[in-house]
């Protein structure tokens, strides 16, 4: 009982002295999962419903109760908020993040996956797609590999931020983004392209 009541105190003491740091790590694998689940509902066609159930499913209950002669677990909420004690998820769906979802699979199913197919454009280092060839493009769709790049390419920088934003961390979007460039390159079909690191060009 005493060595509880000693534990509590001095944690008490170290949060009134304002020493006591919350680390809020970028969640990696949560990031991945998110990605891979976006990235397929736009590439796959299809799976975005899939991708919605158990993104922001609770975490299952933990017991806090305090053994008998320790601290309550009321006490120890307000010393480690249990939101930071838990491994988050990343929050992938707002109304916002939504509408560029639906924007970018429309815009794949009608253009993009076909200029893919042919090898005008891959994707980059930095989770964005660019014109690789002009030439390998049917006329049809010359006019519009522009416009279709430069739209995607907007709504890719928009949902990267939005993801930050919707998870209350605008300063992930740099690491959202490298999850996403990455994710995007493994999730590319045979036959596609994607930039290396050095900056050419590879064929999966």
């Known amino acids: 009982m005493h060595k509880h009541t000693v534990l509590l105190g001095s944690m008490l003491l170290v949060l009134l002295a304002g020493c006591v740091t919350i680390n809020v790590y970028f969640p990696a694998a949560a990031a991945q999962k998110a990605a891979d689940q976006f990235i397929g509902s736009v590439i796959d066609q299809g799976t975005a419903q899939a991708g919605k159930t158990g993104t922001d499913s609770k975490a299952p209950a933990v017991d806090t109760k305090a053994p008998s002669g320790g601290p309550s677990a009321d006490v120890l909420d307000l010393l480690i908020p249990a ?14 993040i939504d509408a560029i979802q639906t924007r970018m699979q429309k815009r794949f199913r009608d253009i993009l996956g076909p200029l893919l197919d042919d090898g005008v ?13 002009l030439q390998a493009a049917p006329l049809s769709l010359r006019a ?21 934003e919707a998870n209350g961390h605008p300063e992930w979007v740099s690491r959202i983004r490298e999850t996403f460039a990455q994710l995007w390159i493994s999730r590319a079909h045979a036959g596609w392209y994607y930039r290396d690191s050095s900056g050419a060009w590879k064929r999966k």
């Open 83 to 96: 939101a930071q004690a838990a491994t988050p998820d990343l929050r992938i769906h707002t109304p916002a």
């Open 144 to 164: 519009q590999v522009a416009s279709a790049v430069a739209a995607e390419n907007a709504d890719r920088n928009r949902l990267y931020a939005e993801i930050a």
């Open 121 to 133: 454009i891959g994707f980059t280092q930095d989770g964005l797609v660019q014109v690789r060839s």
